[in-house]
T-cell receptor, first 114, second 110 residues
Framework: KQEVTQIPAALSVPEGENLVLNCSFT??????LQWFRQDPGKGLTSLLL?????REQTSGRLNASLDKSSGRSTLYIAASQPGDSATYLC?????????????FGKGTKLSVIP | DADVTQTPRNRITKTGKRIMLECSQT?????MYWYRQDPGLGLRLIYY???????NKGEISDGYSVSRQAQAKFSLSLESAIPNQTALYFC?????????FGPGTRLLVL
């Protein structure tokens, strides 16, 4: 069974700091990995999707990397802003779960202090 | 207008009551999903459907049932609600790449 772990569970940083969120998964037979953002009282918003053949994806100040062999992904946020405060979820689509099912980590709650 | 809508947004019910959570989407996607989110446990898949005639159990389907009334509508029912079904419920849709989530339904079972 695939397990997805996110460390740390919570993180507080001052505005402007660069930061890294970590995600690890136990089964490397994945189709892709996604990073989502969840704001309180709202649903999840997809930030970045990395296919299993890719090493990284970038969108604005966000960069996600994937090392499938070691079962790790990182989400790098540059020049953090208070608006980045949210919970960030990592989700893996792996072949053992059938066609396009996601296994989620428990998330990292990020607070960016002005 | 939102692409994925869920009704109700909040619901309080009593143990033993039957309730239905509804999900509608305007994205034209074939695939729809129901998840629950509990503090400290992340999101877990309850049921998923790849088209109107295809319904599949997810990781935690016991105590739940679903109905895919149309391509755009996917309902989740709790036949006899119990307190440990108190959670935040999300509906999602997909065309096969990424998933798009609704805003969630917060359910409290007393």
């Amino acid at each position: 069974k695939q397990e997805v772990t996110q460390i740390p569970a919570a993180l507080s940083v001052p505005e402007g700091e660069n930061l890294v969120l970590n995600c690890s998964f136990t089964d490397s037979a994945i189709y892709n990995l996604q990073w989502f953002r969840q704001d309180p009282g709202k649903g999840l918003t997809s930030l970045l999707l990395i296919q299993s053949s890719q090493r990284e994806q970038t969108s604005g100040r966000l960069n996600a990397s994937l090392d499938k062999s070691s079962g790790r992904s990182t989400l790098y946020i540059a020049a953090s802003q208070p608006g980045d405060s949210a919970t960030y979820l990592c989700a893996v689509n792996y072949s053992g779960a059938g066609s396009y099912q996601l296994t989620f980590g428990k998330g990292t709650k990020l607070s960016v202090i002005p | 207008d939102a692409d994925v809508t869920q009704t109700p947004r909040n619901r309080i019910t009593k143990t033993g009551k039957r309730i239905m959570l509804e999900c509608s989407q305007t994205k034209g996607h074939d695939r729809m999903y129901w998840y629950r989110q509990d503090p400290g446990l992340g999101l877990r898949l309850i049921y998923y459907s790849f088209d109107v005639k295809d319904i599949n159990k997810g990781e935690i389907s016991d105590g739940y049932s679903v109905s895919r009334q149309a391509q755009a509508k996917f309902s989740l029912s709790l036949e006899s609600a119990i307190p440990n079904q108190t959670a935040l419920y999300f509906c999602a849709t997909s065309s096969g790449v990424t998933q798009y989530f609704g805003p969630g339904t917060r359910l409290l079972v007393l």
